[in-house]
């Protein structure tokens, strides 16, 4: 019975570095990349309609995006709303496209961005800490109820801890990577 919740709480915090590695890829570095678009919200037809279902994303150069929209009526929104996006790009349209260059980063707006990276790791961290609380409340509730006995609880708390200790580490080698990759000039 333990190995079944130890497991699935791996696989919580697995999904818990999965969510992290999403957050970081929308994270702008000096490269062109698509995923930065896609939280961008496009207002199409009076309805808030994700980016990347009305239009495809390129990049044809290591500073460029060409945003190319299906209907090519939801150019003038699709502009405003990487504008209004607050990701410090400034989108132009030529009628059929819409171009996004990345600019260069400042060091003042690197410093943003890895700030932000680290928000993010701090709030992996604490969703895999939540994770062992809960998995060690059930073990606790377990031996409260003559589930288990005590020394399998306390070696199910110690297998919970290693598997935390893996996963923050993991946290912290990413978060590493990145801020290296935004401090990259």
């Known amino acids: 019975m333990t190995t079944n ?3 699935e709480a791996s696989d919580r915090m697995d999904k818990t570095l999965q969510a992290l590695a999403h957050e970081f890829s929308g ?8 995923s930065i678009l896609e939280k961008v919200s496009v207002e199409y037809y009076g309805v808030p309609t994700p980016l990347l279902q009305i239009a495809s994303v390129s990049a044809p150069e290591p ?3 060409v945003v190319s929209p299906y209907d090519r009526s939801a150019i003038g929104a699709i502009e405003k709303a990487i504008r209004s996006a607050d990701l410090g790009l400034n989108p132009s349209n030529d009628g059929v ?3 996004v260059p990345f600019p260069p ?3 003042e707006r690197r410093k943003e961005l890895v700030k ?12 895999v800490r939540n994770i062992r609380r809960d998995v ?7 031996e409260r109820d003559h589930e ?3 020394d399998d609880l306390h070696r199910a708390e110690a297998e919970v801890q290693k598997i935390t200790d893996a996963h923050i580490a993991e946290v912290d080698e990413m978060l590493k990577r990145k801020e290296a990759e935004i401090m990259e000039v």
Request: with cysteine; net charge positive.
């Open 5 to 7: 919740s130890i497991k």
């Open 27 to 34: 994270v702008r570095t000096g490269r062109a990349s698509s």
């Open 105 to 107: 980063l400042t060091e």
């Open 97 to 99: 496209v819409v171009r």
């Open 148 to 150: 288990i006995s005590q």
């Open 116 to 127: 932000l990276c680290r928000t993010y790791a701090e709030e992996s961290r604490v969703s």
């Open 136 to 142: 060690n409340d059930h073990f606790k509730r377990q």
């Open 63 to 65: 500073q460029l995006l």
